[in-house]
T-cell receptor
Framework: AQKVTQAQTEISVVEKEDVTLDCVYE???????LFWYKQPPSGELVFLIR????DEQNEISGRYSWNFQKSTSSFNFTITASQVVDSAVYFC????????????WGAGTKLIIKP | DAGVIQSPRHEVTEMGQEVTLRCKPI?????LFWYRQTMMRGLELLIY????????DSGMPEDRFSAKMPNASFSTLKIQPSEPRDSAVYFC?????????????FGPGTRLTVT
């Protein structure tokens, strides 16, 4: 069963709009970690954030913010005032404490920011 | 820090040939991961090492694939013989220590095309 669902295959917005990328996960572990990675057109994977299951505080880093809600098993990512350089594929991932540290990846959301 | 280094960046080879992909992890990182990314299957973990020792190779697709880590600063992924279905982007990632294990830093990838 898929454990990380990114239902949005592709999102296209105009520059300066806010955009939220959804991530829903499934796990039976009480200890787990959630991640977001960015894959720009150049192809490399860039680590953005890690959140552990005991820390439901939302996080803000510049124009990026993350909303972790255990009640809905979601870990959504919002970009405020989007820029063309934000265009990339964004992956959400889950690692369960008993999983030998494997990252379970979502299918990714392709974000297109139009000038 | 130089980041994770992979070579070659692009490899085109004919079916049946041996292919060797190389990775230099971030200095001081003691975990190393090999992933494969395709459109059909997304990101797949192939194998990972801790202190140069293979820990989990359950993701290695078949016996044609092998990976080694002779020392802390070098790893190889070999495919012999290669097949067209092996065409993919292969990523190497590294991470530091148990507490920060989940934060994996990726190399730029090797795009392999088998004709």
């Amino acid at each position: 069963a898929q454990k990380v669902t990114q239902a949005q295959t592709e999102i296209s917005v105009v520059e300066k709009e806010d955009v939220t990328l959804d991530c829903v996960y499934e796990t039976r572990d009480t200890t787990y970690y959630l991640f977001w990675y960015k894959q720009p057109p150049s192809g490399e994977l860039v680590f953005l954030i890690r959140r552990n299951s005991f820390d439901e505080q939302n996080e803000i880093s510049g124009r990026y913010s993350w909303n972790f809600q255990k009640s809905t098993s979601s870990f959504n990512f919002t970009i405020t005032a989007s820029q063309v350089v934000d265009s990339a594929v964004y992956f959400c991932a889950l690692s369960e404490a008993g999983s030998n540290y494997q990252l379970i990846w979502g299918a990714g959301t392709k974000l297109i920011i139009k000038p | 820090d130089a980041g994770v280094i992979q070579s070659p960046r692009h490899e085109v080879t004919e079916m049946g040939q041996e292919v060797t992909l190389r990775c230099k992890p971030i200095s001081g990182h003691d975990y190393l991961f090999w992933y494969r990314q395709t459109m059909m299957r997304g990101l797949e973990l192939l194998i990972y090492f801790n202190n140069n020792v293979p820990i989990d190779d359950s993701g290695m697709p078949e016996d044609r694939f092998s990976a080694k880590m002779p020392n802390a600063s070098f790893s190889t992924l070999k495919i012999q013989p290669s097949e067209p279905r092996d065409s993919a982007v292969y990523f190497c990632a590294s991470s530091l220590g148990r507490d920060r294990l989940y934060e994996q830093y990726f190399g730029p990838g090797t795009r392999l095309t088998v004709t």
